[in-house]
């Protein structure tokens, strides 16, 4: 009998967890045995290591406690990989040699698997005078392309996408640049964005006075707030970035405030970090703990819970003492504080389970009083650790107790951290765990609601073919094993029935007990007002949430889950639930108009001539196919399959731009090549500038800013060609993505950027 309770659990083990060698032969037979080699490596930073591995072994079974991705991908494996999920990088000086030192500090942790956050507030403003040179600057904003551009290198070299989060104070001259940066969508595709926005400024903007944009004490300009807060509002309406931090309120709350400032976050934003803070995950199954579930006298197992938080920080701990660090000063930053984030998943389940609906007044004091609960027992277990192996090196008993969340702590607890010390500085988080709440049986992710109850989704079978597979949330399962089909109670709701303000209360109410900060997105629906957009970022701010993540379904965003479609006869593209058929290739007319273009690579003898032609559908005009010729044989079997695929890809219909973002993302390892002042990372990637200029050209796709193609005064359109509003997942190529706490999820293949 398998462990897993449902099989796309047993296949995002075996994809992502299971470890393997490098033939990729079986080297763990069930998921037990990755258990084992977590708890064994971690159990090595004991005195006692066969003793705690039992002990962290019973941890980890049965999925109670899970640890964050890279810890249970990577411990035990000898790999050259951090445990530690992400980083929040160095100050970035105001000059091109610091800022390319910074650059390099940043591939090399993505290189070992590690996210980075970077705040771009410390480089001076677009046209401010750089001396020595008589030169105007180019800003923060330019730069980030340059970060964005090694991101996709490093990501195209390695086996994981590569995550960034950029910040910028909300009083730097260039904060309007920052929040409109996004608006293209292919631009600093790797980045997540967000605003730093202060105590000061949110009082600006509700009094309606002016706001100053300053850089090193010189005052640039005086604009309104309220019109600033306008823009980063109406950006994220259209876009979904920039998100919002209240970094004011995170520095105010930080236990470590009397030794640290905060100016970044990790990608996902429940981590705020000083200079080379580290970012190290796992979460309490709450749906493993609550016994006689659905019945009324349904309760969550309380000593249970305090024993697994007892143990997880133990656990956590010592990830500390046995991780790799790409940097010296992000081992350093990690041993001097012991930053520890352990949150939940499951939680939306758990309230299900005793009879609760998500954002109720109930659900709001039930998740206050159980995430009080684990902040008690994780303070309590760090400082029985400092009993044992010591505080934290820059503990100072009075600044600590004085300082952040300690404020509000119990007073047992701060008499016991006087006493004895505390091993951990900080010690809560809630992060998305998209990923493991699959692996874990498709529990509810982190503090989300449900997202979707059920959904069908195809599975490969070895013989080519597919079969259909349900895939059920964990609490909806274990009603229809309870009761079979009966119809579920009206307490049953999910993200898509939820309003924003239900979901803020519940952040709020998380965040009390939470020291660190929580990653989680607000649906909002497609329709809202902008009005009562905005007042889902007030409502944030006034309740005292650390930052604020919204989503609404649009046009630019896509939506969040597939509809069924009603007639399946008239479309090119059919959605039944969240499984996509694509129609019947497009016919071939017997001539095409098309172009051209011939491109020369450096050190190549022979230029490479890339035909485009075009067909005409209902008087637009789009890519049909692709010829690529050169006198290289070199290159000819790549040549011919490429055109064969780039050609099958456009006869399908639909949006095929993607196709140029993927050329022009792949990354040659021998070294790409200067081309008309600009370096192209491969062939490849110049044949995809080429289709990307065609594109535009015939006006299939919006013309960029920075393309030398003049702007049409007219956008063409394709008519009737339906398209997925939905993104396609990186990994397995589905349209299959949902969002789930800043993250896009893939429900085909697990696959999450947030891991």
Known sequence: MSDFPMTISEQIWDMKYRLKDQNGAFLEHNVKDTWRRIAKALSKAEADPKKWETIFFNTLNDFKFLPAGRITAGSGTERNVTLFNCFVMGVIPDSMSGIFDMLKEAALTMQQGGGIGYDFSTIRPKGSLVKGIEADASGPVSFMDVWDSMCRTIMSAGSRRGAMMATMRCDHPDIEEFIAAKSDSQKLRMFNLSVLVTDAFMDAVKKGKNWKLTHNNKVYSVIKAAHLWDKIMRATYNFAEPGVIFIDRINETNNLNYCETITATNPCGEQPLPPYGACLLGSINLAKLVEHPFNENAYLDVPQLEELVNTAVRMMDNVIDVSQFPLEAQKQEAKNKRRIGLGVTGLADALLMVGLRYGSDEAVKKTEQWMKIIARSSYNASINLAKEKGAFPLFDPEKFIASGNMKQMDEDIKQAIHKFGIRNALLTSIAPTGTISLYAGNVSSGI??????????????????????????????????????????????????????????????????????????????????????????????????????????????????AVASEDKSKSDTDIDGDIIYMSEPLDRPETLDGNTYKLKWPDSEHAIYVTI?????????????????????????WTVGLTRMISAVFRRGGDVSFVVDELKAVFDPRGGAWVGGKYIPSILAAIGGVLEEHMMKIGFIRVSDESPIQKSTETNKVENLKTSRQKSCSSCGQFDLQMIEGCMTCRNCGYSKCG
Request: hydrophobic share 35%; glycine share 4%; with cysteine.
């Open 448 to 561: 989300e609601p449900v997202f979707a109850y059920s959904y069908t989704r195809k599975v490969l079978q070895n013989d080519g073919s597919h079969i259909e597979e349900e895939v059920v949330d964990y609490a909806v399962q274990m009603w229809r094993d309870k009761f079979g089909n009966a119809q579920l109670p009206d307490y049953f709701v999910s993200a898509q029935n939820l309003t924003p303000s239900d979901h803020v209360r519940m952040q709020a109410a998380a965040q009390k007990w939470v020291d660190s900060s929580i990653s989680k997105t607000i649906n909002c629906p497609e329709d809202i007002s902008f009005g009562d957009f905005k007042e889902v970022y007030m409502q944030a701010y006034d309740t005292g949430c650390k930052g604020c993540t919204t989503y609404r379904p649009n046009e630019v965003t896509g939506s969040v889950l």
């Open 613 to 637: 032609n075009d067909i005409i559908v209902n008087d637009q005009r789009r890519p049909f196919e692709v010829f690529i010729n050169s006198k290289n044989m070199e290159h000819f079997a």
